[in-house]
């Protein structure tokens, strides 16, 4: 939980009793004054992850290993994952793209995850966004952009939210655990999207594939960085993830809504005592996580791909349920995660060309990663030095 | 069976909760071992049993020193334990609860039933328990199922019966007969070990006492030696006087009104049948009844928690029934929840979040959709200070509080604001005399403030001594009313209609 | 997140019965509405097969008597359980209603044409068979209390072994490496959620993703480049005497492959073991109240361990089935949610191997008839045929929460002190 400091607390507290003991103010500033952050905090929030994503590594190169991968390719392609995530201009770009669906489809998880709800349907309701998003952007021909990218945005966020819904209503009035309504919902998402796909209207002309009609220029996301190097994929995406970011950490941890949602999932019996109405939250919470991932899906259609193909969401949706764990369900949290994660992304994709080893590399690490993240008894007993309980004499500042 | 206990010390993290303990345990002989919650009595047994491995010290059975790796080797070893909270599989049988860990079987590791209920039968015969061995756990009263759990004792041929707070769930009449039990368990050789914090029990039933305060052992004796008094005194440190004192209610307008209320459950079983009562400005009203009787369904009837399926609810004269939790919130409903930990608190929240948990949404703390942390924060010290709430700091987790300071926290929350009736649901369950006393006279304030205030409790002396009025609850009815003005009402009667003999008494 | 914990407020409206029988009701309409076919057409099943010993002749249905039959009963279970709410009866109207319904499809679909029952049910069976081994996987993990949400993973897993094992040592190997492999991941599940208390459903769906990716890794590291490793010999069919001459019973039970079988023991087994031997009750125990047990000598972590191990393995056996048992060949997340499923058969099936059972060849025959009617050339896209095992999956999740008690302990870890 961060909160700023209340250091305004004597000018605002009202002089309501003036007849108190003279130390009842100097105690009252003592219950208000914010607690040190203990080292140990620190230390579990910084180095578990950091030793969860070297661990990772390490046992993907084991794996490597044992797939005769030779040792000499194996560096090559750690080189690669560094080079093709942060070694250019154009790396960087890679990764931000990257982790901008991740990014907000984490949110969307993490956000519902605060309200005691595993929303496993992220990628689902990409599915679902995207392709609303796509049919959008090619169907409202003449409008100018400032319309147009706005609303198809904003149709595939809707879709998005209602498929969540759907999950989020089942367990509201029937108990149907959201993790197996969810992934189903997955599984029916992917077959409708191929139906679709092939529908007339849908389907691209002429082709016989699966495959939309493109976004219109009307309601593509623009590029931030063409004027350094054409072939630069980063879009105003970016934005829209900072703001996505800002507004879940507005929304969890200072509005109504949000403790709401928070006291519903630590706690349920405390949020029914508090009057909160259980199935409401579950609803909206499910509707605001599926707006969330129906947004990642729709930057991906009008910000990178053009267009909706067979399966064009590429595992992001589950890739996020790791961004959200390794965030820890804060929003600051999974941006870095999901930062992490694009960069792995972007690296893996040049690791494949670079090293010639397959890409689905990257997703026994980022699994290993939440393996390691989720149990952090178990990196504890790894690593016992770094966390003994000694006295910091300086340094060691993160 | 004879077991001496010589130095145990157990410590949990920073709480040492045995230290040096010497006990000695003898057959044909209840040695009752008083001591108030969070005292050590627990722990102590669960090394005794082998739940926990000590840190130090030793267990002598009749001459040889022994360590227990785990509960069996207590088992084996002929110690049989009651736990407080049941430890029997609601779904499973009589027979296969009793048989659990022990079962004889036949080839192939096949379960042999008939075997196992030939022998319960023979002990549940000798002993004139009658438990029915077929029912299912979860069909049968507390009562029997406490039974249930001294078979299970005695069929691993125990010698030696640890009973942990066997009494707290039972009617005052159950506790007879449940004494009937103890008392042949004795005179057939047992050794009892009888672990209560209820000083008139140890009177009645112990033949030896040790009183254990704050992990260690601070009295031994033959409990005729003891008066009341020595015995609270022991047990808590200090003097105490148990009675509030206090004074005679000046009851005003009805604030509370129920008429004809009742409520059916998911299964459409009624769990409150035409329930009436009434509770008056300026008295305390409680209700007593073994725990399960409805008392959970009446708070939440009240309360807005649940929606009643027949009768009205009023308060101040104005019809609430259809109201919701928050509308009743509003107009002055305090509500104590009956497990601060399920439902009354969130742990992993701060203090100061916690103060506000049901109540986030209103202007003191909200402003439109956002909430005025610094607002709540400084809320949130001020009535850490006014109920005694002892924290460092309002940012700290509530979980970590003691136990009695989240009541309080709890407490707080409820009383700070300006509230005309009170329902207190078992307000001082699991917590320490100190915050039991604090709680009380809390609770005696907003009376005395000219507030309503209803008391639903498990325990009897806490109805006895706080009520101006009592009614008791059996199976979702009220089968009784007493007037306890000046502590007038009789235990006695108070205790046949919990049971469910139907006899109301004149108001 | 837990949903079995009744957070909803006692109630006298049972939302979720009135909403189980809206759909039947709606389905009833579909069937009625939809499902048209002339009335004197007739639907034509074959029972006995050219080379068979016993001949029996041919059954055959009334199409659109039958379909219109068939709404109503439909609409008159929906109609009961929407007015009179579940009770006792939900899952079996449940039942019957799913049961129905595909009857419903599968008779308007071959409405003036012919198939061949006997290859109906038979298929049914063989489609049964991972979803039934998935859920007794749960059911070996869930009533010692622990949620296996890995059992997806762990048919993947399976599927792999067996085909690169199958491949490398020959099918019986494969299957020993296949069960060894899920035990191997039952043994992770078991030490990530016994052992370091990671959230249980957070721990069984990063053992998924992880499954996943090492599969799909090798499959594409290596299986590309060197085909001969992912290149079984399936299982053929074996016919036991006699039995497998009965017309329509022994095609469909008796002439069968390894893994119908052995299924058919492992249910059988499961059952005498969790309800009638010593261990058993010690293992619900462990699922119903640990504690309990623990204070009766029990050793609730050892007893844990072997369960959700053991579930490992048999839910590698139910994957070898993906490869060994039917093309021999691994492809990238071929197990396409039958774990899930698996796990809605576990609750329609009460977590009894028996129930599983049932509620397997239930999914199993929904599975076969979207095979069946897409080959019948109905007007139905193949998307949406395929749809229907997942559809009737979250039915059966909403329709039945709640209705059968899950082993109380379930989600939890057991803390000593």
């Excluded at chain 2, 030896?208 to 992990?215: A, C, D, F, K």
Aim: aromatic share 8%; charged share 15%; with cysteine.
């Amino acid at each position: 939980m961060t909160r700023a400091p209340s250091d305004t607390a004597p000018d605002a507290a009202p002089d309501a009793a003036p007849d108190t003991a003279p130390d009842t103010d100097s105690r009252l500033r003592a219950l208000l004054a914010p607690t040190i952050a203990t080292r140990g905090d620190l230390r579990e929030v910084v180095l578990i992850p950091l030793l969860a994503v070297f661990l990772a590594l390490v046992i993907g190169a084991l794996i490597m290993m044992a797939t005769s991968v030779a040792p000499a390719t194996i560096l090559k392609s750690f080189v690669a994952m560094a080079d093709g995530s942060l070694g250019s201009m154009n790396a960087i770009s890679e990764t931000l793209t990257a982790s901008i669906p991740l990014v907000m489809a984490g949110l969307g998880i993490g956000l519902a995850f605060r309200a005691g709800l595993f929303n496993i349907g992220a990628e689902g309701q990409m599915v679902v966004g995207g392709l609303a998003t796509a049919i959008a952007a090619f169907s409202f021909t003449g409008l100018p952009m400032i319309l147009h990218l706005p609303l198809a945005l904003l149709i595939g966020m809707s879709v998005g939210a209602v498929y969540a819904a759907i999950a989020g209503v089942l367990r509201a009035t029937t108990g149907a655990h959201e993790v197996i309504s969810t992934i189903m919902l997955n599984l029916i998402s992917f077959r409708l999207l191929d139906y679709l796909l092939r529908q007339p209207y849908i389907q691209k002309e002429g082709r016989a594939d699966p495959i939309s009609r493109a976004v219109l220029e009307t309601a593509e996301l623009p590029r931030l960085l063409t004027f350094l190097d054409p072939n630069l994929r980063l879009h105003l995406g970016l934005f829209i993830m900072l703001a996505a970011v800002a507004i879940v950490w507005w929304l969890l941890f200072r509005s109504k809504l949000g403790f709401a949602f928070r006291i519903s999932g630590e706690n349920p019996g405390a949020a029914r005592y508090a009057g909160i109405r259980a199935g409401l939250t579950v609803v909206l919470a499910m509707a605001i996580a599926g707006a969330l991932a129906g947004l990642a899906g729709a930057t991906q259609v009008s910000g990178v791909l053009g267009r909706a193909t067979p399966g064009f969401t590429a595992g992001i949706g589950f890739d996020a349920i790791a961004v959200a764990l390794l965030g820890r369900s804060h929003p600051v949290g999974i941006l870095l995660a999901g930062l992490l994660f694009g960069a792995l992304e972007a690296g893996g994709r040049q690791m494949q060309v670079d090293a010639g080893v397959s890409i689905d590399m990257i997703s026994i690490i980022q699994a290993l990663i939440i393996i390691f993240v989720a149990a952090p008894l178990l990196i504890k007993r790894l690593f016992p030095p770094l966390f003994r309980n000694r006295v910091t004499a300086g340094g060691g500042h993160e | 069976m004879n077991i001496e206990i010589r130095g145990i010390s157990k410590r949990f993290g920073p709480v040492q909760a045995n230290q040096d303990i010497d006990l000695d345990i003898r057959a044909g002989e209840v040695l009752g071992l008083l001591g108030e919650n969070g005292a050590g009595k627990s722990t102590l047994m669960n090394v005794l049993s082998g739940l926990y491995r000590p840190d130090s010290g030793d267990i002598i059975i009749d001459g040889t020193a022994v360590s227990f790796d785990g509960p069996g080797d207590s088992i084996a070893a002929g110690i049989g334990m009651v736990h407080q909270h049941f430890m029997l599989v609601p779904v499973f049988s009589v027979v296969e609860n009793v048989i659990l860990g022990v079962e004889p079987t036949g080839a192939a590791d096949y379960l042999d039933l008939d075997a196992a209920r030939a022998q319960v039968q023979q002990i549940n015969d000798s002993y004139g328990m009658e438990v029915p061995s077929d029912a299912l756990i979860e069909d049968l009263p507390v009562g029997i199922q406490q039974r249930v759990e001294i078979l299970k004792v005695l069929f691993r041929s125990a010698d030696v019966l640890i009973l942990d707070e066997p009494t707290a769930v039972l009617t005052p009449q159950e506790v007879e007969a449940f004494f009937g039990i103890v008392r042949a368990l004795r005179d057939a050789g047992k050794a009892i070990v009888f672990i209560t914090h209820k000083l008139h029990e140890i009177l009645e039933i112990a033949d030896r006492v040790s009183v254990l305060r704050q992990g260690r052992i601070v009295g031994n004796g033959v409990p005729s030696e003891f008066s009341e008094a020595d015995l609270a005194e022991m047990m808590v440190g200090r003097p105490v006087s148990f009675s509030v004192g206090r004074e005679a209610a000046t009851p005003g307008q009805p604030v509370l009104e129920l008429a004809d209320v009742s409520l059916l459950d998911a299964g459409l079983e009624a769990r409150l049948q035409s329930i009436s009562m009434t509770v008056r400005a300026g008295e305390i009203v409680g209700v007593a009844g073994v725990q399960g009787n409805g008392q959970t369904e009446l708070v939440e009837a009240i309360t807005g928690l649940a929606s009643v399926n027949a009768g009205r609810v009023t308060f101040n004269g104005i019809d609430i029934t259809a109201t919701s939790v928050r509308q009743r919130h509003r107009m002055g409903i305090a509500h104590i929840p009956e497990d601060r930990l399920k439902s009354g608190m969130v742990a992993g929240f701060t203090v100061a979040e916690n103060m506000v948990l049901n109540r986030y949404y209103d202007e003191r703390v909200a402003r439109g959709v956002v909430i005025d942390w610094s607002r709540a924060e400084e809320q949130a010290a001020a009535a850490c200070l006014k109920f005694d709430v002892r924290t460092p700091s309002v940012f700290l987790g509530a979980g970590s509080l003691s136990g009695g300071n989240q009541q309080k926290m709890v407490v707080a929350r409820e009383l700070e604001r300006d509230v005309r009736l009170v329902v207190a649901s078992q307000p001082t369950r699991g917590v320490d005399v100190g915050s039991i006393e604090f709680i009380h006279q809390q609770l005696m304030a907003c009376r005395d403030a000219g507030n309503a205030v209803l008391i639903i409790s498990s325990e009897l002396d806490e109805i006895l001594d706080l009520s101006d009025r009592i009614y008791v609850m059996f199976e979702g009815r009220v089968t009784a009313e007493f007037d306890n003005q000046d502590s007038c009402a009789d235990r006695n009667a108070i205790g046949l209609a919990m049971a469910g003999v139907n006899r109301t008494e004149a108001a | 997140m837990n949903s079995q914990t009744t957070a909803a407020a006692p109630r006298a409206i049972d939302w979720r019965a009135s909403i189980t029988g809206g759909a039947l009701i709606l389905l009833a309409l579909v069937i009625a509405f939809l499902l048209d076919s002339p009335w004197d057409s007739v639907s034509t099943f074959k029972i006995s097969r050219p080379r068979d010993v016993w001949v029996v002749g041919h059954l055959t249905l009334p199409s659109q008597w039958f379909t219109t039959i068939a709404a109503v009963v439909l609409a008159f279970l929906g109609t009961r359980l929407f007015l009179k709410g579940g009770g006792r009866w939900t899952t079996l109207s449940l039942a019957v209603a799913l049961v129905i319904l595909a009857m419903a499809f599968l008779v308007w679909a071959t409405a003036g044409k012919s198939i061949s029952l006997t290859g109906m049910l038979q298929a049914t069976v063989v489609r049964a068979v991972p979803i039934a081994l998935a859920a007794l996987g749960g059911i070996l993990c869930e009533r010692v209390g622990v949620i296996n949400i890995a059992i997806e993973g762990m048919l993947l897993a399976g599927a792999f072994a067996g085909a690169l094992f199958g491949s490398l040592m020959g099918g019986w190997a494969g299957i020993i490496c296949a069960m060894l492999i899920g035990g191997v991941f039952g043994l992770l599940l078991a030490v990530l959620v016994i052992t370091y208390r990671v959230d249980q459903i957070i721990a069984g769906v990063v053992i998924n993703l992880f499954v996943l990716g090492l599969t799909s890794y090798v499959s594409s590291q290596v299986f590309a480049e060197f085909r001969w490793l992912n290149k079984a010999t399936p299982f053929r069919a074996f016919k036991i005497p006699v039995l497998g001459d009965i017309p329509l019973v022994g095609p469909v039970l008796f002439n069968q492959n390894l893994f119908v079988y052995g299924a058919l023991i492992l249910v059988t087994l499961s059952t005498y073991y969790l309800f009638h031997t010593r261990f058993g009750l010690r293992a619900r125990a462990v699922g119903e109240h640990p504690r309990a047990a623990d204070t009766l000598g029990i050793d609730v972590i050892k007893t844990r361990y072997a369960h959700v191990i053991a579930a490992g393995m048999v839910a590698g056996f139910g994957g070898a089935w993906f490869t060994l048992g039917s093309v021999g060949r691994f492809d990238e997340n071929m197990t396409f949610g039958r774990g899930f499923i698996g796990l809605a058969a576990m609750i329609f099936g009460r977590w009894h191997p028996l129930g599983a059972l049932a509620a397997a060849l239930i999914f199993g025959f929904a599975d076969s008839l979207q095979q069946k009617l897409s080959i019948l050339n109905t007007p139905i896209p193949s998307e949406f045929l395929s749809m229907a095992p997942y559809i009737a999956t979250i039915v059966v999740v909403a329709g039945l929460v709640g209705q059968a008690r899950p082993p109380a302990a379930i989600g939890k870890p057991y803390v000593k002190d």
